[in-house]
């Protein structure tokens, strides 16, 4: 399957005549395309190249939409379709055989966990994955610079609702700074946020994060390991599906260094049901894909996107995809014609066959290919009967991947989640502290009014009293003297003025019954006041 630095990708022709046909590991990281209606082969075609990329030492991550390729990493059997097919193109010998395989799961279930942080994700994709307006963008943007001003970290989906509560709060003060943050804007966020959440991304988000050298490890034979992400739940997100492997691929971006071009990839990423990725997909969004894609490149990283159409993928990216495998596509509709005309037309023609008409005859399996050759140039295309895969065609039982997960070289690193301290902490911190402080002040301030008050009466009795009596005939009686007198008859209001040296302590103890009823409260009713602060509602609501 594997010879001389190229992968077995099939045979062109049949009988003694069948010659192989290769993809050229050296060009793997010119990226490729696997194209086909639905049911022509696509999976096993990606099956093949994953095979062939972990017999040439190098790690695989591909996403399982339907479960089915799960399968490679058990032993094939030698069906008979498959043994039909590897007779047709004088594959000899065909063995079949398993491969490293990791699984993983944003979910958890079946496999790994996967998880990033926030600021890993960043506010660009953070708000396609919210599906945002330019408008909220900005507002994100600006929360994201307050948290790193701030030292304030940005791991799960609960810090970042914090933070934006927190922009909330001082909405006046950051618009004069950065420009206009509207509430609106802030609370339309939030609201976003919180459909996210329900949609499991609170399960995505957090640590600890994925780390990438573990998607891009080799077995003790030197074989890479086939990092398989389950996709068949994740499909209904189909947003946190396409934002993630985005996600991935910056990071891969990011991670690894300049290799230029090496005698193979380091890593290859199938982007499977890659049309979800470009689905309503802003400018921006789409120059930052075709960016990563371009200069992934020399860092090692091939990247195969499969798709049904060809036309789901915006033109420069198609352009930078040098590899193509296009299965069979119907040709009924307007648009399934042009797809046809689209996918015949990027191919270095044949003199031999029509490219077009070829497209539409294929049979399952078969598939039109044009890969990098010497210099880097596209080969002519050939009507290609893809090889049968080693591994098992179809999924593998939950029994199997159960013990493939116990036996996983990642074992017991990202299973547990962890919530180590950050905005989120440290804001509830702060809006607890604050909210202590705001109770002191209040009780303070009753308690001084309070004292006022009586000293007021006090006086006013006093003003009564001598209103009643006939005046002295000079002078008012000393201070001293008037002070012992109010205690004899009006025991009570006289503590008032008396209470001043002691006030203090009963500030204190006024302070410390506060403290402990804002302790009891805040373990139960005004924690529910204090998260809705965090959620936006506390300084609104006051
Ligand atoms: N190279 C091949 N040799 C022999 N049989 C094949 C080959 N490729 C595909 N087939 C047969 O066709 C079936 C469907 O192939 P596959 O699952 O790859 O289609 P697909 O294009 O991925 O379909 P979908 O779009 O529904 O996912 C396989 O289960 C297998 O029986
Ligand atoms: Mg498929």
């Known amino acids: 399957m594997l010879e001389d630095g190229r992968i077995l990708l099939g045979g062109i022709g049949a009988g003694a005549d069948a010659k192989p ?118 507002v994100l943007n600006i929360a994201f610079r307050i948290a790193d001003e701030d030292g304030l970290l940005l791991l799960d989906l609960k810090d970042l609702q914090a933070m934006l509560a927190h922009v909330l709060d001082r909405a006046d003060e950051i618009s004069r700074l950065y420009g206009n943050v509207g509430k609106a804007t802030v609370g339309a966020i939030q609201r976003q946020l919180l459909v996210l959440e329900t949609q499991g991304g609170d399960r995505f988000f957090g640590e600890p994060a994925l780390t990438v050298a573990d998607i891009m490890r080799c077995d003790r034979e030197g074989r890479g390991v086939v990092s398989v992400l389950a996709a068949d739940e994740l499909m209904r997100s189909p947003r946190l599906y396409a934002t993630f492997l985005l996600w991935l691929l910056s990071e891969l971006f990011e991670e690894l260094p300049e290799v230029g071009d090496a005698d193979k990839p ?116 050939e009507r290609v009967k893809i090889r049968p895969p080693a591994g098992r065609v179809g999924p593998i039982t939950e029994d199997e991947r159960a013990e493939m997960m116990r036996m996983s070289p990642v074992a017991g690193r990202y299973d547990t989640p962890v919530d180590r301290e950050s905005a989120y902490e440290l804001l509830t911190g702060r809006a607890e502290a604050e909210l202590q402080g705001r109770e002191t002040a209040r009780v303070e301030a009753e308690a001084a009014v309070a004292r006022g008050r009586d000293a007021a009466r006090t006086r006013a009795d006093a003003a009564a009293r001598r209103s009643a009596e006939p005046r002295a005939p000079w002078g008012e009686p000393s201070e001293a003297s008037r002070e012992e007198e109010v205690p004899r008859e009006r025991p009570a209001p006289r503590a008032a003025p008396r209470a001043a040296p002691r006030s203090g302590y009963q500030r204190q103890t006024v302070a410390e019954t506060v403290m402990k009823q804002v302790g009891r409260t805040v373990a139960s009713t005004v924690t529910t006041a204090i998260v809705r602060g965090i959620l936006g509602s506390f300084k609104r609501g006051r």
């Not at 490149?297 to 499969?306: A, E, L, N, Y």
């Not at 119907?330 to 648009?335: F, H």
């Open 266 to 381: 380091k890593l290859v990423f199938f982007f499977d049901e890659a049309h979800l990725l470009f689905d309503d997909a802003p400018k921006a969004l789409v120059d930052r894909v075709e960016q990563v894609v371009r200069l992934i490149r020399s860092k090692g990283v091939g990247v195969f996107f499969v798709t049904q159409n060809p036309l789901d993928l915006p033109e420069k990216v198609l352009a930078q995809l040098g590899n193509r495998i296009q299965h069979a596509l119907r040709a009924y509709s307007p648009r399934e014609q042009k797809a046809v005309r689209t996918a015949a037309e990027t191919f270095r023609a044949n003199p031999a066959f029509d490219s077009a008409t070829a497209i539409t005859e294929l049979g399952t399996g078969e598939a039109l290919v044009s890969v990098l050759g010497q210099g880097g140039a596209p080969t002519m295309v």
């Open 21 to 138: 046909e290769y993809l050229d590991l050296a060009y793997a990281n010119r990226h490729g395309l696997v194209t086909g209606a639905t049911g022509t082969g696509k999976t096993v075609t990606l099956q093949v190249l994953a095979e062939g990329f972990s017999d040439a030492g190098v790690p695989v991550f591909c996403a399982d939409i339907k479960g089915d390729l799960s399968g490679l990493s058990v032993r094939g059997e030698p069906k008979e379709a498959f043994a039909k097919r590897a007779a047709e193109i004088g594959l000899d010998p065909w063995y079949n055989d398993f491969f490293p395989t990791i699984f993983w799961d944003l979910f958890g279930r079946k496999g790994h966990p996967v998880r990033t942080t926030v600021s890993e994700m960043g506010p660009l994709l953070l708000s396609r994955l919210m599906d945002l307006t330019e408008a909220q963008e900005g």
